[in-house]
């Protein structure tokens, strides 16, 4: 096995200078004749001209069917251009018949690459002597090609275990489930609670169990889920006291076409059904089977529809705020955005590794926008090849659906939603007068609705 130098300098400190440290020698355990080259960078791999990436593509243009190991346990960080260097690596030495393997990575950093460099040229080992038996192995069987390693890799894979690698992403997982979980359950539990004490007193009903069971009733009667309908009842302004009407004036306009389901009837049809028919549509656009919906809520955008995507995945985006993902930027800006997964930086490195572990390195985020010019939220198309571009035609159709889609998504919100509390007032009118005769005098709470109002 032969050593560079990756510490620092340029290009020309190569396996045949004599520079400090750039001379290759043998190490213990290497495989006769050369085949495998070894780099040890140390700080970050951070930009790219790092002598790593550097010295990796020399061995690739001078050394023919070479593997080059690339020890990390030196390395404190890698970052986007990073990533990007080591791809670039491996794909030069896999077309000189090479392979660019990676060892020696802390538990944090391997949990991440193993899903960031989903290129199959690239292997990961526990440590530097795993890899060069890996190698070796495979080297010394003359009836197995270079790319097999299959039997190499099993031995590693065991030696990684036991170093405690991969025996930690099941607990991290689950315990980021669990947050996530916990997550969800405090952003929607106390809004209905707090939708149901409002409603309680402001028609001075029996008791709050009486509120939940009207808010039910009218989220059921007019398909619009609890949550929405609880949102909507703290977001309008509340009805005037002494009307029977909430919206008395209020012009319920005509729906929007829906061309992308000719079978539908526009004002009739459930937001479900739009928002599952207008996914499927952008993902038969693109030609994926991986994308998300998420609409606009006074706290970001709330995940309502999704296909191909895992549970991690659908939990830790269930609801994303300003400026942590792609989609959100697409909202935030009011146009499409195109993100690199495996590179942007709108990503934490969390996000970055639950998104990639789905198959997606490319993600196409297109905003719906309603007649006001809000936007009323985002579709997003995953697809697996890196720097996906869609074509003129494709941009073309995806923007229409978007329009469209926004246009419908809004008209909604501002007349079944409306409908819905509508509904809503009627029935806590009515269940007002019914108690108000037999409920024990407590006065009237601030600003509540007498019975006859």
């Not at 979980?181 to 209905?192: E, G, K, Q, Y």
């Not at 061309?259 to 049809?269: C, E, I, N, T, Y």
């Not at 229409?400 to 926004?406: K, N, P, S, Y």
Request: net charge neutral.
């Amino acid at each position: 096995m032969h050593e560079i130098d990756a510490t620092g300098g340029n290009e020309d400190r190569g396996a045949d200078k004599g520079a400090p440290g750039g001379r290759p020698h043998p190490a213990p355990g290497g495989v006769s004749g050369g085949a495998v080259w070894l780099l040890r960078p140390e700080g970050g791999l951070d930009r790219p001209d790092h002598p790593v990436f550097m010295g990796a593509r020399q061995v690739g243009r001078e050394r023919p069917g070479a593997a080059v190991i690339v020890d990390l346990s030196r390395v404190r960080e890698i970052t986007a251009e990073g990533v990007r260097g080591l791809l670039r690596c491996a794909r030069t030495l896999s077309e000189a018949g090479g392979r660019l393997l990676l060892a020696g990575a802390s538990d944090d950093m391997a949990r991440l690459l193993r899903t960031v460099l989903v290129d199959d040229t690239i292997r990961m080992y526990a440590t530097v002597a795993a890899a060069v038996a890996a190698r070796g192995g495979a080297a010394a069987r003359a009836d197995t090609s270079a790319r097999d390693t299959s039997a190499g890799d099993a031995s590693v894979q065991d030696a990684s275990v036991r170093d405690g690698g991969p025996t930690a992403v099941p607990e991290v997982i689950r315990l980021r489930r669990e947050t996530v979980d916990l997550r969800a359950r405090l952003r929607s539990h106390p809004l209905i609670a707090q939708a149901q004490g409002v409603l309680w007193e402001r028609y001075r009903l029996p008791a709050e169990e009486t509120a939940f069971t009207l808010l039910k009733r009218s989220s059921q009667t007019h398909n619009v889920k609890l949550r929405t309908l609880a949102a909507a009842l703290l977001r309008v302004e509340r009805p005037a006291p002494g009307s029977p009407l909430w919206f008395p004036e209020r012009n319920r306009g005509e729906a929007p076409a829906l061309p992308f389901l000719p079978d539908a009837r526009p004002g009739q049809v459930h937001r479900s059904t739009v928002v599952k028919g207008v996914l499927n549509r952008a993902m038969e656009v693109v030609g994926s089977d991986i994308g998300d919906l998420q609409l606009a809520d006074p706290a970001g955008l709330r995940m309502e529809q999704h296909h191909g995507l895992g549970r991690e995945f659908i939990d830790y985006f269930s609801h994303v705020g300003d400026g942590e993902t792609a989609c959100s930027m697409a909202a935030a800006r009011g146009r499409p955005v195109v993100s690199d997964i495996a590179t942007d930086r709108v990503f934490s490195d969390t996000a970055r590794e639950i998104i990639l572990a789905t198959g997606s390195r490319t993600a196409h985020s297109i905003p719906m926008t309603g007649a006001s010019r809000e936007v009323v939220g985002v579709f997003s198309v995953h697809v697996p090849k890196a720097r996906h571009s869609l074509t003129d035609a494709e941009t073309a159709i995806l923007l229409d659906l978007a329009t469209r889609a926004g246009l419908w998504l809004e008209w909604h919100e501002r007349t079944v939603v409306l409908d819905a509390l509508e509904d809503l007032h009627r029935r806590a009118l009515a269940a007002a007068r019914e108690a108000a005769p037999r409920r024990p005098s407590l006065g009237n709470p601030p600003g509540g609705y007498p019975s006859e109002s």
